[in-house]
C-alpha cells in the first residue's frame, strides 16, 4: 500500500506562516463586509447571501483565526527571543564572575585542609523541654510565656561555627580581599558583604592565620556554592 504525500501540508503551513498578517486582516475584512454591509445602488445583497452565504462566513471564520493564531505566533517568538537573550546575557555574565572571581578564589582555598566545628546548645529533645518549662517560670504573663515556651522546644541553639587549617598552608585572607576588592565589579553583592565582614572580624579580632572566625567560615561556604553553581550552569 503506497504511503500518502503529506509533504504538502508543512509547505502550505510553511507559506501561510510567512504571509503578513495584514494579509489575514483584509481576507477576513472582506468577508464581514460581504455579510453585514447593507444593500446599496439597487443592489440587493439578500439573495446571493442567502445562497453563498457560507463562503464570506469561510472566509470571515477562517482568515480571523489565522489572525489570532499569527498575533499569538508572534507573541510566543517575542518572549521566547526575549527569554533566550536574557539567558545569553546571564551565561555571560556567569562565565565572567567564574573566571574573573569564584576560579581565582577557589585555587587559593582548594590546596588548604580546612575542618570546621559547631556546636548545639540543646541537640535532644530532653534539652529544649528542659528550656521550654525554664521559660514558663521566667515570665509571670501567660501569653508571652507560651511563646517563648514553644519556641524554645524547636530551638536547637546552634553555636558559632568555627575553623582551623590543618595543613596546606595558612588561610590567605589577605589574597582574598585583594581578589574581591581588584574584581569588584564582578562580584555579587553577598560575596562583597561577607569579604568586609571578614576582614572587620580579623582587624578587631585577630585569631591567626591557621584560625577561621565564624564571618570566616561564612565566606567559603559561600565561596563553594557559588562556584558550584556557576559551574553548574554550563
Known sequence: ??????TWISKTASVLRSLPIWFFVAC???GYAFLLLPSFGGAELSEIRNQWSWIPWSD????????????????????????????RREGSNARICLDQVYQP???QIVPLHIETSSGMGAPRFRH???NAKDELTNYAKPSVALKKAF???WDRQTLTKTGEVSFGGSFPRDKITFIVTSKM???????????KRAERRSIEDPLGQ????EEDCELIDHIYDEYYRLKNYF
Open 1 to 6: 500500500m503506497a504511503v500518502p504525500d503529506l
Open 28 to 30: 477576513a475584512a472582506c
Open 60 to 87: 470571515a471564520v477562517g482568515m480571523s483565526i489565522f489572525v489570532i493564531v499569527k498575533v499569538a505566533d508572534y507573541g510566543i517568538k517575542t518572549i521566547c527571543d526575549s527569554i533566550l537573550k536574557s539567558r
Open 105 to 107: 578564589l577557589m585555587n
Open 128 to 130: 529544649r523541654l528542659s
Open 151 to 153: 519556641r524554645a522546644l
Open 185 to 195: 565589579r564582578f562580584c555579587d553583592e553577598k560575596l562583597v558583604r561577607l569579604a
Open 210 to 213: 591557621n584560625f577561621l572566625s
